[in-house]
C-alpha cells in the first residue's frame, strides 16, 4: 500500500488560513510537496488532491462510479437547488443529463451560432476607439446576453434587467465565499449578509418561475434550452418536478456565462501581454471573415483562435477546482481511499505539470496543434472536467468562445494599460484581479496589410 503525503501545515488548524488567502499557492505547494496525491485540512475537512494525469484518469474513468458528488458538490444547494446536477449521483443525476441532452446537440447548437454572432458584433460595434474597458465586465455582459436569449428565450432588455443583474451579482459572490470556505454556513442564520442572498435568490427563482410559466403556456418547442426540458418525458411519461426544472436550469444559466466570460476576459488580457500572438490571431480572422460575420462553417478554418482559446482555458481553467467522494473504500495505483473522504481534483494545478507542459506558465497555444493535442495523456487537461459530471455544455462554450474571438479579433485590438499586470483571484471561478484595457479599432486598417503589424 502507498502512502497518502501530508503537506506540511499546522497541527491546530491544517491549512485553513492558507485556502483562505491563497488557496492556488497552497494547491501548488501540495502538488510540489507531496507528489501524484497529497493531502491537507481545512477545517474539519480531510482533503485529499490528485496531482497527476494517471490517478485522475483512473479515478474519473475506472473508478468514477464509485465516486459521489459529496460535501463539494452540495456546497451550491442553497442557491442553484437541491436538484441542481452538480449535487446529484446515480439515477436523479442521469436524469438531467437525460432531460438536457438534446439541448446540447450539434444540431441545435448550430442554431445558436447566429445569435452569439449577432451579439458579438452588436458588442463591437457599441465600443469607440481608444475608450478604456473593463474587459471581464464586458464579457460577462455578452455572454450573460447570448445564454438568456439560446437557453431562455429571455430578452435581457427592459425592466427588471438591474434588479436581475444586482441579484445574479450578489449570488456569484456568495458562490465565491463558499468555495473560499468549504464548510458552508447556513443561509438561516441571521446574517445580514444571508439576508441579502436570500432575496437575490428569491428574485432569480420568481423570475425563472415566470420564465417556466410563460413556456408551458406557450406550449411549443421555441428552440430554447427550457422549451427542452418542458417537453421532456421519461420512459413512463413524466415530466421534470417544478423543483427539477428550476435547478437544472439555474445551473446552466449560472454555469453558461460566468465560465465563458472569464475565459474570454482571460484570453484578451493574455493577448495583451504577447502581442504577436495577437497579431496572428487578427491576421486569421480577417483573412477568413473579411469582415463578416462568422457563421459554423468559418470554424474549421480558424484552428489558431480554437488553439489560443485552448490555451487560454490551460492557464485559467474557470473551475479551478472540484470534488468528489468516494461511496465506499477503494484503492487506487496502491492508495488507498476511504469512503467519505473529500477529493480535489485541480485543473488549476494539473494544467501545470511541468512533464507535460513544458515551461508551464509562458503561454503557448502551438501546445495545442492536433499531434501534440493528441500525445497529451489522458487525464492532463481537463478545463471542462471528466466522468459522469463532464461538463454538458462544452460543445456550446467552445463553439461561442471560437465564434466570439474571431469576430472581435477582426475588428478590435485590445491592448494592456501600461505597467498593467494582472494576477488571479480564486473566487467562484478563476477571475482577474484587474481587468481594464484600451479598445483599439481597426476599421479598413488591416492587420494583414502590416498597418498595426507587430512581427
Ligand atoms: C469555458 C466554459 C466552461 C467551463 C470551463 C466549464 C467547466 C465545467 C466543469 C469543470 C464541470 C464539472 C464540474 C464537476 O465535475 O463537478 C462543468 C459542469 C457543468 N457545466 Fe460547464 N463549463 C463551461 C461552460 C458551460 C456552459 C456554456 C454550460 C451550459 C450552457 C455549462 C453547464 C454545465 C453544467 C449544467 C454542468 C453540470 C454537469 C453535471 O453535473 O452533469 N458549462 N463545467
Redesign the pocket.
Known amino acids: 500500500m502507498k502512502i497518502v503525503k501530508r503537506v506540511r501545515e499546522s497541527l491546530l488548524l491544517g491549512s485553513a488560513l492558507e485556502f483562505q488567502r491563497d488557496r492556488l499557492g497552497l494547491m501548488m505547494r501540495v502538488a510540489r510537496e507531496c507528489g501524484e496525491m497529497g493531502a491537507f485540512r481545512v477545517g474539519p475537512l480531510r482533503i485529499i488532491q490528485v496531482n497527476s494525469a494517471r490517478l485522475t484518469e483512473a479515478l474519473l474513468t475506472e473508478h468514477d462510479s464509485m465516486l459521489s458528488?459529496g460535501a463539494l458538490?452540495r456546497l451550491f444547494v442553497p442557491v442553484l437547488g437541491e436538484e441542481s446536477?452538480?449535487a446529484l449521483d446515480g439515477e436523479p443525476?442521469m436524469r438531467?443529463?437525460r432531460a438536457?441532452a438534446p439541448a446540447f446537440q450539434p444540431k441545435r447548437l448550430i442554431r445558436y451560432t447566429q445569435p452569439m454572432a449577432e451579439f458579438a458584433d452588436q458588442f463591437q460595434r457599441g465600443l469607440q476607439d481608444g475608450a478604456t474597458l473593463n474587459v471581464e465586465a464586458a464579457m460577462v455582459q455578452l455572454s450573460r446576453n447570448i445564454?438568456a436569449k439560446t437557453?431562455f428565450d429571455e430578452s435581457v432588455e427592459g425592466e427588471g434587467v438591474d434588479v436581475f443583474s444586482a441579484a445574479v451579482d450578489e449570488v456569484v459572490a456568495y458562490l465565491a465565499r463558499m468555495t473560499a470556505r468549504l464548510v458552508p454556513i447556513p443561509l438561516s442564520w441571521p446574517l445580514e449578509s444571508n439576508r441579502r442572498v436570500r432575496a437575490a435568490i428569491e428574485v432569480l427563482q420568481s423570475r425563472l418561475k415566470q420564465l417556466i410559466q410563460q413556456g408551458r403556456e406557450a406550449g411549443v418547442d421555441r428552440g430554447d434550452f427550457l422549451s427542452m426540458l418542458l417537453m421532456f418525458r421519461d420512459a413512463h411519461g413524466n415530466g421534470l418536478s417544478e423543483l427539477q426544472l428550476q435547478s437544472y436550469a439555474m445551473?446552466?444559466y449560472f454555469?453558461?456565462y460566468v465560465?465563458?466570460a472569464n475565459?474570454l476576459a482571460w484570453l484578451w488580457l493574455t493577448l495583451g501581454a504577447h502581442p504577436e500572438i495577437r497579431t496572428k490571431l487578427e491576421q486569421e480572422a480577417e483573412a477568413v471573415l473579411r469582415g463578416r460575420l462568422p457563421t459554423h462553417e468559418d470554424l474549421p478554418k480558424l484552428p489558431y483562435a480554437l488553439r489560443v482559446i485552448k490555451e487560454t482555458?490551460r492557464l485559467y481553467?474557470?473551475?479551478f477546482l472540484?470534488g468528489r467522494e468516494p461511496a465506499g473504500d477503494l484503492e487506487v495505483s496502491g492508495y488507498p481511499l476511504r469512503k467519505g473522504q473529500v477529493l480535489l481534483f485541480s485543473?488549476y494545478v494539473l494544467h501545470r505539470d511541468p512533464e507535460l507542459f513544458p515551461e508551464p506558465e509562458r503561454f503557448e497555444p502551438d501546445r495545442f496543434l492536433p499531434e501534440k493535442e493528441k500525445a497529451l495523456p489522458r487525464g492532463a487537461y481537463i478545463?471542462?472536467?471528466w466522468g459522469?459530471?463532464?461538463?454538458?455544455?462544452?460543445r456550446?462554450?467552445m463553439m461561442?468562445?471560437h465564434l466570439a474571438v474571431a469576430h472581435l479579433a477582426q475588428h478590435l485590438t485590445f491592448e494592456s494599460l501600461p505597467g498593467a499586470r494582472t494576477r488571479p483571484l480564486a473566487l467562484a471561478v478563476l477571475k482577474p484581479d484587474s481587468a481594464n484595457m484600451v479598445v483599439r479599432r481597426r476599421n479598413g486598417e488591416s492587420t494583414l496589410l502590416g498597418a498595426r503589424g507587430v512581427g
Do not use: D, K, W
Open positions: 458528488v458538490g446536477p452538480l443525476h438531467f443529463r438536457s445564454i437557453f445551473t446552466t454555469g453558461g465560465t465563458i475565459t482555458l481553467p474557470p473551475l472540484f485543473p478545463p471542462f472536467g459522469a459530471h463532464a461538463c454538458i455544455g462544452q456550446f462554450a461561442e468562445m
